[in-house]
């Protein structure tokens, strides 16, 4: 299984850009690279993925490098409310078919006023 | 609305019962999952399931046992052989390959 690295914490000033980097030099060429945060004490709310290509959406952009060993995710404004922890996963698909998510410890990210 | 529901939010327990953990959910989707969550961990993979009657191990599944006999419904029991029970277990479910997992709120098992 692909593993993950992040930073522990990262510190954001309110409204400037919050950029959480992310190691996966494990990843093989069909794994996706998922992003996920969790807000104290609730479940993980989905953010975005990839697989090669950087991608965006309302909430965030995904940077994947070419080589696919890293990847960024980047809140382009950040607010009070993105202050939780952000997990970088790869998701795996076994050898039976079924798919894996594992998560790593995850960036803390605090965005400050 | 869809989603994925676990019940109870808090739970608890005496030392050497076992307890069920309800996961449900109304998304049709294929694939379950049950996490344990420490303070101030990451997620770690207790049970998977893709499909009805079949269900996998993840990284940390000893003491716990898991049945999936309905699609939209995923339990997991914590057993009296699960030396460290009290923590935050979180279900997850997806349509097979596609998209992301949909997480529910959790359930805070303490076991005293």
């Known amino acids: 299984d692909a593993k993950t690295t992040q930073p522990t914490s990262m510190d954001c000033a309110e409204g400037r850009a919050a950029n959480l980097p992310c190691n996966h030099s494990?990843?093989?060429?069909?794994?996706?690279v998922y992003w996920y945060r969790q807000i104290h004490s609730q479940g993980p709310q989905y953010i975005i993925h990839?697989?090669?290509n950087n991608e965006t959406n309302e909430m965030a952009s995904l940077i994947i490098t070419e080589d696919r060993k890293s990847s960024t995710l980047i809140l382009p404004h950040a607010t009070l409310r993105d202050t939780a922890v952000y997990y970088c996963?790869?998701?795996?698909?076994?050898?039976?078919?079924?798919?894996?998510?594992?998560f790593g410890t995850g960036t803390r990210l605090k965005v400050l006023a | 609305d869809g989603g994925i529901t676990q019940s109870p939010k808090y739970l608890f327990r005496k030392e050497g019962q076992n307890v069920t953990l309800s996961c449900e959910q109304n998304?049709?989707?294929?694939?379950m999952y049950w996490y344990r969550q420490d303070p101030g961990q990451g997620l770690r993979l207790i049970y998977y399931?893709?499909?009805?009657?079949?269900?996998q191990k993840g990284d940390i599944a000893e003491g716990y046992s898991v049945s999936r006999e309905k699609k939209e419904s995923f339990p997991l029991t914590v057993t009296s052989a699960q030396k460290n029970p009290t923590a935050f277990y979180l279900c997850?479910?997806?349509?097979?390959?596609?998209?992301?997992?949909?997480f529910g709120q959790g359930t805070r098992l303490t076991v005293v």
């Open positions: 996963i790869v998701r795996s698909r076994t050898t039976s078919g079924t798919y894996k998510y594992i």
């Open positions: 997850a479910s997806f349509e097979g390959g596609r998209t992301e997992a949909f």
């Open positions: 399931s893709q499909i009805v009657n079949d269900f």
């Open positions: 990839g697989l090669k």
């Open positions: 998304l049709n989707h294929d694939a």
């Open positions: 494990t990843i093989s060429g069909n794994e996706y």
